[in-house]
């Protein structure tokens, strides 16, 4: 019941214990009830009866629950079945109460003490800034205390509006309205007789003029908020005339910037900053007075041998327009001597760069007009296919680029300076990769590449009763341990033919780990010699890992995603029971990792407290047998906070515990990833004042993980998931609190790793 300790590169090493068959049985047959007894209070801390409350399941859809009251004593009880609950009170003249986390289990009971505090009706009114009454105006109170529960309520027609059961804490007031800026307002009493004017939310009326001074009918702008807003671009744009309107602006600072195509490929921006008040609308002329034009800027592109490069495209550009008052960029080809000239480009510092091979980028003075670029070519591969008797192959592929040459030969372009894997295959043969590390500049002859006749190899899988497997199922093959393989990775097979045999196409004629799953009945798993083309394999009974995740306390908690990496064919997510318990079946005789990957059950409010996993390691054991491993959460004081700008669904952020050294290997690499620790599936806050839009592409760019004990932890930075450009940041926690800061992109300075 301890917490679990992560070591060894990051995941928690169990000891496992095995249990019969039987036992995992026995212990999965859950009672039909469990008693909730709920104790009410006053301050003072004497008995309250007759207060009713509702307890309802967090899990169920739609939402049902039962209805208790407090007798004499304070004391009210049910029976319920062991599962996850969400408990409310609201009782007259009293603050309302809610428990979002009761856990009932079989051996865990729960007492629920509601402590109920006088309230006090509590009126206002909302107003315009003209004074007239706004009706149809949402209000909340967020109240500190964590066990009262948010009051929610809609004005009146005449303005006025009544929250019932606020209680004597300090809280947060917020003020919503269609048309009108948030009200958000701190208390540290409730505010009695309040009246609260909302502010008409303020418009932008953006006018743009081209360089000679013309106006531009179609004006292309971007308007960003510099302060934070609730509704960030949630306002209406619109075309009015020869201008762009912006309305339901909030109040607060915004940077307008209008881009203006000159001629060519010449873009020139301009940009202010300006104050939109509530209620008001401000008007923006955006001009180019004051950005003078340049002398024309002329160069000339050239190789590592200083011969001229024809075209080129070759990029200018002048400031940011995130940040300066004018920019410009400019883009031209280089023409038979290498030259380019800009001509449209206002006077600064400009940054000149290519795009071909692995570009170059010059950063030239204010007053520079001429400007020599020298482009770093293309780093190509060279060499041949052959087939199997070493005769050219006259058509092939290289990552899925089609050559026809008849001497076999290819020149294929790296379009990345950091080593790559190449994979060439051709039709009837063993598809076969090579790993290439470009050189500066140059041209990487790689030695013959001979591709080797393949076999197909048919395979039965048989059940125990020697009856062929029938259940829907997949084969695989992967290189034996230790062993180089130019096949590089685990490949599966679906395709079957007439006799329910799998297929496998093209398999090169090298010893391999054949793996089987199938979704019923069992697994297999035996080596496949260079020669074998028909193999029967006998299914074994899966093995099992069953357990229970629970909270510091022992209580079950339902709705919890897991995942070992073991599992057998799987097509669903599985999730902790009403008594917190899991069983999965897993692959025999394997090493594996059982993680948290999600707190289940659906968004409400408030939220239950954020609970995290340390992974845990496993054997599963033998077939047929079940290991067992208990999850519980760790609980430490520190957190880190990694912000990963423009991050997206193919870049990640782990953390593994202790000062872990950059992998040598790639498969070193995913096995470190495998074991990592998760970042946080969820916020932490359990009581937001807006809800969090779509977590899951907020936590891209902003991971966090929780509850870390104090010491060293390595961060790992990932860009692509495939061949991935890795960063290290080791961090050492000293002190409780959130360590935040921001990556580069790993691209820069990263480690490439090539499978």
């Known amino acids: 019941m301890g917490i679990v300790v992560g070591v060894l590169a990051c995941a928690g090493t169990s000891n496992p214990k095995p249990v019969a068959t039987s036992e995992v049985v026995r212990t999965e047959s859950a009672p039909a009830s469990v008693l909730l007894t709920v104790v009410a209070k006053d301050a003072a801390g004497q008995p309250l009866p007759e207060i ?19 007798a004499d004593g304070g004391r009210g009880q049910l029976w319920l079945t062991p599962g996850w609950y969400v408990l409310t009170a609201q009782a007259s003249g009293y603050q309302g109460f809610v428990d979002p986390d009761v856990r009932l289990g079989r051996d865990h009971p729960a007492t629920v003490t509601m402590t109920l505090r006088p309230s006090v009706p509590v009126a206002g009114r909302v107003v315009d800034s003209a004074g007239k009454p706004l009706r149809a105006v949402s209000l909340s109170w967020i109240p500190s205390d964590t066990t009262a529960p948010r009051l929610d309520v809609v004005g009146n027609p005449d303005g006025t509006y009544l929250f019932e059961g606020m209680g004597p804490g300090p809280g947060v007031l917020l003020a919503r309205r269609k048309g009108y800026s948030d009200e958000r307002r701190e208390f540290n009493a409730p505010p009695a007789d309040l009246t609260l004017v909302m502010r008409e939310q303020g418009a932008l009326r953006v006018t743009a003029f081209a360089r000679d001074g013309r106006r531009v009918d179609s004006p292309e702008v971007k308007v960003k908020a510099l302060d934070p807003v609730a509704k960030d671009r949630a306002w209406i744009d619109d075309h009015v005339k020869d201008a762009r309107m912006y309305r339901g602006l909030e109040a607060g600072r915004y940077r307008v910037t209008f881009t203006h195509s000159i001629e060519g490929n010449a873009e020139w921006t301009t940009s202010a900053e300006v104050e939109v008040a509530a209620g008001q609308t401000r008007e923006l002329a955006l001009r180019f007075d004051g950005a003078g034009l340049r002398a ?35 883009a031209t080809r280089s023409d038979a001597d290498g030259r380019f000239t800009f001509e449209q480009l206002p006077r600064g510092p400009v940054r000149v760069s290519t795009v071909r091979g692995r570009g170059a980028k010059v950063e030239l003075e204010p007053d520079a007009k001429d400007v020599s670029v020298e482009c770093h070519p293309d ?69 013959d590449v001979i591709l080797k006749e393949s076999r197909t190899v048919r395979v039965r899988l048989m059940r125990e009763d020697g009856q062929p497997a029938l259940s829907k199922g997949r084969v695989g093959l992967r290189p034996p341990p230790g062993r180089e393989s130019t096949f590089a990775w685990s490949q599966s097979f679906l395709k079957v033919d007439a006799d329910g045999r799998y297929v496998l196409d093209d398999v090169p004629r090298e010893p391999f780990i054949l793996k089987a799953e199938t979704q019923e009945e069992g697994t297999a798993s035996q080596p496949v010699d260079v020669d074998v083309e028909e193999v029967t394999m006998p299914l074994v009974p899966d093995a099992f890992v069953a357990g229970t995740v629970a909270d510091e306390a022992g209580r079950p908690l339902q709705g919890f995603s897991l995942m070992t990496g073991c599992e057998v064919y799987p097509d669903r ?15 025999p005789g394997r090493e594996c990792i059982l993680r948290i990957v999600r707190n289940g059950g659906p968004a409400g409010w408030p939220s239950p407290p954020l609970r995290v996993f340390w992974p845990q390691r496993f054997s599963s054991g033998r077939p047929g047998g079940t290991v067992r491993v208990d999850l519980r959460p760790r609980n430490g004081p520190a957190a880190v906070e990694v912000s990963f700008p423009g ?42 004042e807006r809800q969090v839009e779509n977590w899951e592409a907020r936590s891209w760019s902003k991971p966090r993980f929780s509850q870390l004990p104090l010491g060293r932890y390595t961060v790992f930075v990932l860009e692509g998931r495939f061949d991935p450009v890795v960063l290290r940041y080791p961090v050492n926690l000293t002190e409780p609190g959130v360590l935040r800061f921001e990556t580069k992109r790993p691209e820069v300075g990263g480690v490439h790793f090539v499978h």
């Open 647 to 688: 991050a997206g669904e193919w870049d990640w952020v782990f953390l593994v515990p202790g000062d872990v050294p950059m992998p040598p290997t790639a498969d070193a690499m995913s096995a470190l990833m495998d074991a990592a620790v998760e970042q946080d599936s969820a916020p932490a806050d359990q009581r937001p």
């Open 573 to 587: 997510m599985p999730e902790t029971d009403a008594e917190g318990r899991f069983r999965l079946p897993v692959v």
């Open 52 to 70: 009713e409350f509702r307890i309802r399941n967090a899990m169920a859809t739609p939402l049902n629950g039962a209805w208790g009251t407090t």
């Open 296 to 330: 024309p800027l002329r160069g000339r592109v050239v190789g590592g041998d200083g011969r001229p490069l024809e075209d080129v495209w070759v990029n200018a550009s002048v400031g940011a327009p995130e940040q300066d008052v004018f920019a410009s960029r400019n």
């Open 379 to 447: 780093t190509f591969v060279e060499g041949r296919v052959l087939g199997p008797g070493g005769k050219p192959l006259t058509r092939f592929k290289v990552n899925s680029e089609d050559y026809e040459d008849p001497e076999g030969r290819y020149r294929y372009v790296l379009e990345d300076a950091w080593p790559q894997g190449l994979a060439f295959a051709a039709e009837g043969l063993a598809l076969t990769r090579r790993r290439v590390e470009p050189r500066e500049g140059g041209t990487v002859h790689l030695p």
